[in-house]
């Protein structure tokens, strides 16, 4: 098993490398020259050139990846002309904002996940099913930033329960966990569907099992069938399916972050990709990117914890 997760682990960072190189050379060839969106658009010539040759920016685009490869390595993610700051001190910043968002929504959509899908599972074909199917996919089809919005209006400014923006910088986040219910149930709705159903497809697999008619006909407990039996077997695709949900999530979170105006990772990228702040904008990417490749090892983990008989050989 170690050996295949070192394969893995370096797999895992030929993707990384892949993604900031598509990455870097895609910011490069969008429209505007990166020296100009640094000084502004009243600016001299003398100026654009001279920071131009300071940063290297004339050299070929390999050059400048490299370069811009090993930076990290030592812990220098850029820095940020916009917010005249290192890159990785406002990651520093943003990233718990962020981690404390995207856990407590995927720890809530796997928690309610489980009995939801569980329940219709069981009661396949009945009202509740149907009632349970149809509010699934109308989360699942709803838009991350129209349903922040209709959560606002309803929750926000019809009925007064919550804040209409998430806390900021002031006290902390937990100085303020009111403002965080409607981000925080905005980015679960949106998981909780998908994980539901799946939860409730691999639920009804695991019942027509030849294992469960076994186990029926040597008298076990219904609740034990169900509980140590199918139910474990049920959770392997659940499984797969957070560890590869890590992108989707985070892409939500940005939407999430900017409709509540959270200061978290996703709002600083959305700022940085208006105002052209290509250190911000690599930084985040390479972050994403590590931690999208972190969660499908950890799903391959989980794997082998949750069912025994899974082993990963050379």
Not at 33 to 45: D, E, H, Q, S, Y
Not at 117 to 123: E, K, T
Not at 147 to 152: E, F, N, Y
């Amino acid at each position: 098993m170690t050996n295949c997760l070192l394969r893995r682990v370096l797999q895992s960072l030929v993707v990384v490398f892949g993604v900031t190189v598509i990455t870097f050379t895609l910011l490069h060839l969008l429209p505007g020259n990166p020296v100009r969106a640094i000084l502004g658009g009243k600016t001299t010539a003398q100026a654009v050139r001279q920071l131009t040759l300071e940063y290297g920016f004339n050299r070929p685009l390999p050059i400048q990846y490299f370069i811009w490869l090993g930076n990290p390595l030592h812990g220098n993610l850029g820095f940020s002309f916009k917010l005249n700051e290192s890159v990785a001190a406002l990651l520093i910043q943003r990233i718990p904002k962020t981690l404390f968002l995207t856990g407590s929504a995927l720890t809530l959509a796997v928690v309610l996940a489980i009995p939801a899908g569980m329940w219709q599972a069981l009661r396949r074909n009945k009202p509740d099913d149907y009632v349970g199917t149809g509010l699934i996919f109308i989360f699942y089809s709803m838009p991350t930033f129209w349903l922040g919005l209709l959560l606002i209006v309803v929750f926000s400014e019809g009925l007064s329960w919550f804040p209409f923006e998430a806390p900021q910088d002031q006290g902390g986040l937990f100085s303020q966990l009111n403002a965080m219910v409607l981000p925080i149930a905005t980015l679960t709705l949106v998981t909780l569907a998908l994980f539901t159903r799946f939860m409730r497809s691999a639920m009804r697999e695991q019942r027509i099992q030849d294992y469960v008619r076994t186990a029926r006909a040597k008298g076990v407990a219904k609740l034990s069938i169900l509980l140590r039996h199918i139910l474990r077997n049920a959770l392997l695709p659940l499984i797969t399916l957070v560890g590869l949900s890590i992108p989707g999530v985070l892409s939500g979170s940005l939407v999430t972050e900017t409709v509540f105006n959270y200061p978290g990772m996703g709002l600083l990228f959305f700022q940085a990709a208006v105002s052209n702040d290509f250190p911000v904008l690599l930084g985040v990417t390479l972050i994403v990117a590590l931690a999208t490749v972190a969660g499908n090892l950890l799903a391959d983990v989980m794997y082998a914890v949750v069912d025994p008989r899974i082993r990963y050989v050379s």
